[in-house]
């Protein structure tokens, strides 16, 4: 879905790293079901501690949001990520016998700690637009990537959970508001403010390509 100018523009500049996020063995094991379970825990146990972060940035564009509906928006969706992505993650916990507080004591990957520093450091120093070039990345990239696997389906129950999740009607009403305002945000921004959030989005789509890449290699700290 490409409803209008800028969201066209970003996405076009991301293409080539959307291609090769729906080409990992990560998401095609996930397919096929040939994926180990264990880098799918890794991925879910790593996505629960991503998420927290997430919402702390979520929040901050609440704060910041020039317009009181998407003040709204943003706090609604922080509440969604804590509430109702945490209770499938907790569907998987439940699966895999692990205790919620288990859980939040695992450390963050290198990728991870990486990722949600960006996004908070952004959120703290940046101006709003260019925040939710930020953020966006990991709304749409979710939203194409579960509908591309929903075409395809995958042959485990566990993994089809997932995939269900980010192909829904839900998810996708969720990520159209986003990309709405993101349109609406553009028509206000000088060349230089689009290519500045435009370039937020490129680095947040190459970390979701290096988040599935790290839980696919159990990526763990050198030293």
């Not at 952004?122 to 696997?149: D, M, N, Q, R, S």
């Not at 508001?177 to 349109?183: E, F, G, H, R």
């Amino acid at each position: 879905m490409l409803p209008g100018q800028l969201a066209r523009e970003l996405w076009e500049s991301a293409s080539p790293t959307y291609e090769a996020i729906i080409s990992h063995s990560f998401l095609a094991g996930l397919v096929d079901g040939s994926l180990q379970e264990d880098r799918f825990r890794f991925y879910v146990i790593q996505d629960a501690l991503y998420l927290s972060e997430f919402a702390r940035a979520l929040n901050i564009a609440a704060a910041r949001a020039p317009k009181d509906e998407w003040i709204v928006t943003f706090s609604e969706h922080a509440k969604g990520v804590l509430l109702g992505e945490r209770a499938l993650h907790e569907h998987f916990f439940s699966h895999w016998g692990l205790s919620r507080e288990a859980v939040y004591l695992t450390p963050m990957s290198p990728t991870n700690l990486a990722y949600t520093s960006y996004l908070v450091a952004t959120a703290y120093t940046k101006p709003f637009h260019e925040l939710l070039g930020a953020l966006l990345a990991c709304y749409w990239i979710y939203w194409e990537v579960g509908k591309h696997l929903e075409a395809i389906g995958s042959k485990k129950q566990l993994y089809q959970r997932w995939v269900d999740t980010y192909s829904s009607r839900e998810y996708a009403a969720i990520c159209s508001a986003i990309l709405d305002i993101t349109d609406q945000v553009g028509t206000g921004l000088s060349p230089q403010s689009r290519t500045q959030v435009r370039n937020h989005f490129i680095v947040t789509c190459r970390y979701e390509y290096m988040f599935w890449d790290s839980a696919y290699r159990l990526e763990a700290w050198p030293i």
